[in-house]
C-alpha cells in the first residue's frame, strides 16, 4: 500500500534548505505531494515572494523526491486535502511545532528540523547587505544590479533582460 505525505510551503528561492527538506519528507512515505502557496495567500500570511507563484511551483515540481505539486490557497484547506488525497503523513519544519496537531484525528502529523542557517528569509538578507563593488573593480554586481534581477524574477522576466553585461538565464 502507499503511504502519502504532504507538506506546506511558501519554497521562495529554491535553496539546499528545501531539497534537503524535501528529501527528509520523501523518506517518509512513498509518494509526496508538496502544496506551494499562492501569492495571494502569502500576502494574507503577510509574506511577498520574489519568484512567481508559477515559477516557485515549477521549481519544486522539478526536484526528483516530489511527485505532486498543489497550491495552498488557505489555512483552511489542509484538512480537505488530507482526506482527498488520502493522505497518511502530514508534515512540516519545525519552526511549526504543535501548530498543526489537530490534524493527527486524520493522519501521522511530523515535525522535521530545519537546516541550519540556510532559510529564504535569510538569502533575501544577505544579498540586501551586500556591498557594492569598488568602482574601479569591475568585479561583482552591486545591490541595485542584484534588486533590479530579483525584481525581474519576481515579474517572470528573467531569460529576457540583460543587466551591464551580467546575463540573465
Known sequence: MTRKVITYGTFDLFHIGHIRLLERLAELGDHLTVCVSTDEFNAVKGKTAVMSWEQRAALVGACRYVDQV??????????????????DVFAMGDDWEGRFD???DLCEVVYLPRTKDVSSTSLKTAIREMPAPEP???AG??????????EAARQGEIGRKAYDGFSTC
Open 102 to 104: 489537530d490534524l493527527k
Open 141 to 150: 554586481v552591486g545591490p541595485d544590479t542584484l534588486t533590479a534581477i530579483l
Open 70 to 87: 498543489l497550491p495552498e490557497k488557505g489555512w483552511g484547506q489542509k484538512r480537505e486535502d488530507i482526506i482527498r488525497e488520502k493522505i
Open 136 to 138: 574601479t573593480s569591475g
